[in-house]
């Protein structure tokens, strides 16, 4: 150590911490001359949101809350005992300062790194993944330092993160697991299963002294074959509601993708000819006192596809035509 960081090190006697960035949980006092002798009469600064922490040898010794601290044998009787000073802590003692926020935390990602096997009564058995967010804040000090610091070795804010994410997603595969909800019903329950998962957590972190304040699923995914059998089944079901509906707009889609085409014009002839045909076939299936009523919708319906675009005004006249019959 050179001669001005000795002197420099004399006279600082404030020591503090300031978060710019909000995003560190646990940062550790380090002079820039490597030399972290604690002196008596120094003055340690705790800003709201924040605890100091002092470890001597590895052992937890004294937790200061936030205000500003003279160092004295009063307020570091754990690290005094330790130290065993002999001459009331009128000689410099070396330990470990570390400054602890106890603010909450938000914004942090959580998501399933392989799929969850659930059962359901419709799929059997499905594969599920999801992801989102959560907020927790350190409750407990004292028990954090041991259990995350000391017991768990984890001393750095990303892998401390990375440890509680790795627990939320553990407690959404288990409370998905437990649940009998259909895999349909769990895009309209994400509150529900948030809360469920959330005080399964707490029960499970308070050993380490952190609380989860919010979890949040963003989205649950189904795999794609799954996706796909449900998007026929809404078009079956929107087809058995009313199938000539259904059909024109299939229609009009496909002469739209036939014209698109090489040949598109013997490909839009053959199309506007299946159009007529089921025209006719829908004519025949509704000859009821509402027909009137039924052409009219059918010319609504023709009317928004060709303002889409869908249909050009030459469909548009000979699919008219064909509904009313002249």
Partial sequence: MGLLDFVKDQFLDVIEFEDISNKLIVFKFQRESGNNELKQGSKVIVREGQCAVFLKGGQLADILSPGTHTLTTDNLPVLSSLKAFPFLFASPVIADLYFVSTRQ????????????????????????????????????????????FGSKGIVMTYDIVEYLSSLVTEAFA???????????????????????????????????GVQFSDILIENITLPEE???????QSGIGMA????????????????????????????????MALGNTMAKNIQETTNTPKQETSKAEQLRELKALLDEGILTQEEFDAEKKAILGR
Wanted: hydrophobic content about 40%; proline content about 1%; cysteine-free.
């Fill in 105 to 148: 935390f938000i914004d942090n990602k959580w998501g399933t790194k392989n799929p969850i096997m659930k059962r359901d009564g419709e799929f059997n058995m499905v594969r599920l993944r999801a992801f989102g967010k959560f907020s927790f804040r350190i409750t407990d000090v004292a028990t954090f330092m041991r259990e995350v």
């Fill in 174 to 208: 288990v409370t998905v697991g437990e649940s009998q909800m259909a895999v349909l019903d769990l895009v309209t329950e994400y509150r529900n299963l948030s809360t469920a998962i959330q005080e399964k957590l707490n029960e499970q972190v308070a050993a380490i």
């Fill in 226 to 232: 799954v996706e796909k059998l449900i998007d026929e």
């Fill in 240 to 271: 058995s509601r009313d199938m000539g509906t259904f059909m024109q707009y299939q229609t009009a889609r496909a002469m739209r993708d036939a014209a698109k085409q090489k040949g598109g014009l013997a490909g839009l002839g053959a199309g």
